[in-house]
């Protein structure tokens, strides 16, 4: 009878064990591959993703697929529930409480901040691909007022609380809209934010590209002197906007985002008074609780080390190094203009603190609980310490399926049809090329999204 407890046991445990990502394998595999179709299949009848708690990754999901696949209608009908999912979104207290005596997957996935942002951005490109500039203006107002949720919360300038990218994406549709005020306002802001945070935290620089929409944007509007100060200020003195047919607005979405993973860490206890301190030497690691009760006091005095799970993100580093863009014997090198990866790294960085301290208050509640069991019956202690052991778990919950970076460029074209060369530079040296023709009208602007999904190998995937 032991044995089949034990063998039940280990199985109940390597289950426990295994991350989201490894959780929903099959379905990341089949994207990863680009067979998209399947993907879809599988995600639509993953248990995982059908359940309340991942309610918010199944519509992101579902919609980035969509999106890829070129299905932007629907796509959107997806990425609208993740918004609303979003705005509605509240605290259930109960599946909170829960998670303090077993693990935080049993609350209800939330999304990440960056996460609420790129379903906007995916929504707006939908939109501007199906050639709706109005609707993708709505978006824009969506991203913007996130962002000043963002700036609300986050009063610190060390945090993750602007999105530059979001900026300049609300610059380039303001641009093919006509309306150049609030393009320059835009490009301005996003300026702004690349120079004083994500140099600093992400050690990504204003693409050059940006400087040329936004000294156009300065020109188009009027604004002369501010047209003459960012030419001195970006060392292009003798810098001249130039007239042509149409614009093509070419992002490329690099590899794969980070996914999450668990590690764990052993803490020894110490006690002074009614304070306990939970501490990690070899890590540096200190937490300091105060514990009123007497009961929990007895109960973690007996109690000399312990097992943690927190997340962790592990980088899916792209294949690719770069890509340019080959026109009228012009070459445009696409340009970094968003990071995910460093940013999803950064975010979970930031509540680390607050990551520990709800992890450390789960086992040190399970272990109490263990402990006072095992004073009345010895037999029910074990079994609440392997049932503790068994439910110990990391949330390794977020959207995979997120490029790991975002680059662009504009390349101007002429009326009628226009043959590019896109190609993507490998590890080695080597190249690979692809041809897009593009036929384009007077004043118009053209977007097109190009997603590579391949990564080089990591250690654990």
Same mark, same amino acid.
């Given at each position: 009878m032991l044995k089949t407890l034990s063998v039940i046991s280990?199985?109940?445990?390597?289950s426990a064990c295994a991350?989201?990502?490894?959780?929903?394998?099959?379905?990341?595999?089949?994207?990863?591959?680009? *067979?998209?179709?399947?993907?879809?299949?599988?995600?639509?009848?993953?248990?995982?993703?059908?359940?309340?708690?991942?309610?918010?990754?199944?519509?992101? *999901?579902?919609?980035?697929?969509?999106?890829?696949?070129?299905?932007?209608?629907?796509?959107?009908?997806?990425?609208?529930?993740?918004?609303? +999912?979003?705005?509605?979104?509240?605290?259930?207290?109960?599946?909170?409480?829960?998670?303090?005596?077993?693990?935080?997957t049993v609350t209800i996935?939330?999304?990440?901040?960056?996460?609420?942002l790129m379903l906007l951005y995916y929504k707006a490109l939908n939109f501007l691909k199906m050639e709706k500039y109005e609707e993708a203006l709505v978006e824009c107002r969506r991203l913007n007022i996130r962002l000043q949720q963002l700036a609300d919360r986050y009063t610190s300038e060390e945090k993750y609380r602007r999105d530059a990218f979001v900026h300049n994406l609300?610059?380039?549709?303001?641009?093919?809209?006509?309306d150049w005020n609030n393009a320059f306002i835009a490009y301005r802001n996003a300026l702004e934010i690349y120079q004083d945070d994500y140099s600093k935290m992400f050690g990504i620089l204003p693409p050059d590209q940006l400087k040329r929409d936004l000294l156009e944007a300065a020109y188009r509007t009027g604004f002369t002197d501010e047209y003459e100060l960012f030419k001195n200020? +970006?060392?292009?003195?003798?810098?001249?906007?130039?007239?042509?047919?149409?614009?093509?607005? +070419?992002?490329?979405?690099?590899?794969?985002?980070p996914v999450k993973d668990e590690w764990s860490v052993n803490f020894m206890i110490n006690r002074s008074g009614d304070q306990f301190v939970f501490f990690n030497e070899q890590l540096g690691l200190s937490y300091t609780f105060p514990v009123t009760d007497?009961?929990?006091?007895?109960?973690?005095?007996?109690?000399e080390f312990f097992r943690v799970a927190f997340p962790r993100y592990v980088e899916r580093p792209p294949l690719y190094t770069g890509a340019s863009i080959n026109h009228n014997d012009t070459t445009y090198s696409l340009q970094l203009a968003e990071d995910i990866n460093r940013i999803a790294f950064k975010s979970l960085q930031e509540r680390m603190w607050l990551e520990f301290s709800k992890a450390l208050i789960r086992v040190a509640l399970k272990k109490a609980a263990e402990h006072s069991a095992r004073?009345?019956?010895?037999?029910?202690?074990?079994?609440?310490?392997?049932? *503790?052991?068994?439910?110990?778990?990391?949330?390794?919950?977020n959207w995979q399926t997120l490029p790991h970076s975002i680059l662009y460029s504009r390349i101007p074209m002429s009326e009628g049809p226009n043959k590019t060369v896109f190609e993507l530079q490998l590890p080695g040296g080597g190249v690979e090329q692809q041809t897009f023709t593009y036929r384009a009208t007077?004043?118009?602007?053209?977007?097109?999204? +190009?997603?590579?999904?391949?990564?080089?190998?990591?250690?654990?995937y």
């Open positions: 280990l199985l109940m445990l390597f991350s989201f990502y490894e959780g929903t394998y099959e379905y990341n595999r089949q994207f990863e591959e680009g *067979n998209l179709e399947q993907a879809l299949k599988t995600l639509r009848s993953s248990s995982l993703y059908k359940r309340k708690h991942a309610e918010f990754l199944s519509y992101v *999901n579902n919609g980035l697929l969509l999106s890829v696949m070129g299905q932007y209608e629907e796509s959107n009908a997806y990425f609208e529930k993740a918004f609303v +999912f979003g705005e509605d979104y509240r605290i259930n207290y109960a599946r909170e409480a829960a998670s303090y005596l077993t693990n935080p996935y939330r999304g990440e901040d960056h996460e609420h609300m610059g380039i549709i303001y641009q093919a809209n006509g200020q +970006f060392g292009w003195p003798d810098y001249k906007v130039n007239n042509r047919d149409a614009d093509l607005v +070419f992002f490329w979405h690099n590899g794969l985002g007497e009961d929990d006091r007895n109960s973690l005095s007996s109690i004073k009345e019956d010895e037999s029910l202690g074990a079994l609440i310490g392997m049932v *503790n052991a068994m439910t110990e778990k990391a949330d390794t919950r007077k004043g118009q602007t053209l977007f097109h999204t +190009f997603t590579s999904l391949e990564s080089r190998p990591v250690r654990r």
